[in-house]
């Protein structure tokens, strides 16, 4: 199997090579050339052994083909359990149970494993770099923390993350280092690309990304939908429907991977904060990017969604996208409300951005709709603790592998955001 670029000026390109490039050399993403079937059922097996059985096709022509298994198995290694909720067919995934405590674990961890193993061991250490708004860096940094062969750079915007995950981005030490950036979020991007596009830099210290179009980061969170629909549909016989909270749409284009691949998932909604590019272009507009603006919901807050791409590209005329799906914007006056409201509704305390997931449920089943829906819980209650624990009247214990990172010391270096000082701090 091989990949092609959304923008189509990239000849078919084998795994290995779109693994290794991020992005395509003409600006696209790079997508599978067709959707293998999947042999039926998955249901009985473990999370790991889903995302083998489901990555294995893309993998045949892969040096990583006869490892994959094992590379699943360190991946993949806690669950991703669906929860039934207060109501019948009400259910939430929980995506939360790795050790930064948000969905980004699982493809962070799979493609530090794969980009390990296609390293050349002769090589002088790679440098991952990432410009995070918060939950990224953080996964990235667990999942190459003391990796041989790598070291971390995190760039993210000074006071403009929660003080958890702040913490969470300067905890690691050792091969991962923080710098907290005078400027906002799309400063730190603009630095990141400007280093990565930085020939005469990258001659002196190899560079990498660990960006959500990546597709070692698309592919493997497919494997999770294909779990929670394999299992759901081997207890009711019936294919279970998605309602999923979308910043850059990664997540939500790996659920339509694994729909595409024939596993039984019925409707894939996406669900936005105020930044409402989908809403708008679902609602009949025509696609426009707008500026970013700052919500409760802090990790899905974009203007110009990165994977809109690739559901274009799988979807090629904008009717035949708006009859796929749709997508419902939701502010955070709702926000807050659904989260106050969780507890006795649902009997559950939601993230922020799960709670985006939960309001639009409510909205499905006030509208007659009886099907069974999940709701993505992309993080857990804790990492918002701030937001969320003065709403529900109580403290939110973090779960253990949080909890742990949260007892470490953190520091981060402070930095202008002027690409000249990252580049002195890349060759210093
Ligand atoms: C990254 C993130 C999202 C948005 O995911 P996309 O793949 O960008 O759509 C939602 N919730 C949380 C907690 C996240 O960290």
Redesign the pocket.
Known sequence: MNFLSTRGQTPPTAIDRALSAGLAPDGGLYVPEGFPALPQPLAAEGLDATAHALLSPYFEDSSLRDGLREICARAFSFDAPLRPLSQADDWLLELFHGPTA???DYAARFLAEALAGLRDESAPPTTILVATSG??GAAVAAAFHRRPGFEVLILYPDGRVSPRQAHGLGCWGDNVQALRVDGDFDACQRLAKQALSDEALRAQRPLSSAN?ISLGRLLPQAAYYAHAAGRHYAQRGEPLNFIV????????CAAFVAKRMGLPIGEIRLATNANDTLPRYFGGADYLAQPTRATLAN??D?GAPSNFERLRHWYRHDAELRAATRADGVDDATIVETIRAAPQRHGIVP?P?TAIGLHVLETLRAQGDERPWAVVA??HPAKFDSIVEPLVGHTVEPPPALAASLARPASAEAMAADYAALRERLLG
């Open positions: 948000a969905f980004k939950d990224t959500s909270p979308t910043g850059n749409l990664g997540n939500a990790a899905m974009v993230c951005h992309t993080a």
